[in-house]
């Protein structure tokens, strides 16, 4: 069965400054890579997501993710926060047949300061 | 519809008390993901249906717990019994069909048993 971990609960930046989120999969095989984003009484907003190909992958908002196999890793990127980044930030992954398949991590806490 | 929408999207209950929850999906998704999210945790999966019939339904957690969509597209999860530790907030999500699609949620159902 897929698991997800995401190491950090909360973190805190700067506005302006860059921003990384980890995530870790296990799978035995190539998996499908997700990250959602949920506002404060909001349900969630796909980022991105990754099945195939590109290993780097662009989303919404100025988000990238990066594919790293030999990692088991699909961090979460942006070079400048902005203020109206902050929210819970989750990563997936999806096998063949979702269902059970398709599991989220923990979730990470993005605060912004001014 | 244009989003998956979610019906209640709060609902306050005593504990023993039966409560049902309504999700509507995209028009021709026929796929539909029912998750809980509990306060600071990732959504946990609880079943999932593929057209009318229950592909997987290995992550209701006991037999109070049963969910149906008798004509394809709107699904009710039925909570028999509740109890306190049923609260949380109950999300629904729609995909084109299984496996290497999107997951569209909706804003979720507060399920909250005093």
């Known amino acids: 069965a897929q698991s997800v971990t995401q190491p950090d609960i909360h973190i805190t930046v700067s506005e302006g400054a860059s921003l990384e989120l980890r995530c870790n999969y296990s799978y035995g095989a190539t998996p499908y890579l997700f990250w959602y984003v949920q506002s404060p009484g909001q349900g969630l907003q796909l980022l991105l997501k990754?099945?195939?190909?590109?290993?780097l992958v662009q989303g919404i908002k100025g988000f990238e993710a990066e594919f790293k196999r030999s990692q088991s890793s699909f961090n979460l990127r942006k070079p400048s926060v902005h203020w109206s980044d902050a929210a819970e930030y989750f990563c997936a992954v999806g096998a063949q047949d979702y269902g059970q398949n398709f599991v989220f991590g923990p979730g990470t806490r993005l605060s912004v300061l001014p | 519809g244009a989003g998956v929408s979610q019906t209640p999207s709060n609902k306050v209950t005593e504990k023993g008390k039966y409560v049902e929850l309504r999700c509507d999906p995209i028009?021709?998704?026929?796929?539909l993901y029912w998750y809980r999210q509990s306060l600071g945790q990732g959504p946990e999966f609880l079943i999932y249906f593929q057209g009318t019939g229950a592909a997987d339904d290995s992550g209701l957690p006991n037999d109070r717990f049963f969910a149906v969509r008798p004509e394809g597209s709107v699904s009710t999860l039925k909570i028999q019994r509740t109890e306190r530790g049923d609260s949380a907030v109950y999300l629904c999500a729609s995909s084109l069909d299984s496996g290497a699609n999107v997951l569209t949620f909706g804003a979720g159902s507060r399920l909250t048993v005093l």
């Open positions: 028009s021709g998704h026929t796929a």
């Open positions: 990754y099945f195939s190909g590109d290993t």
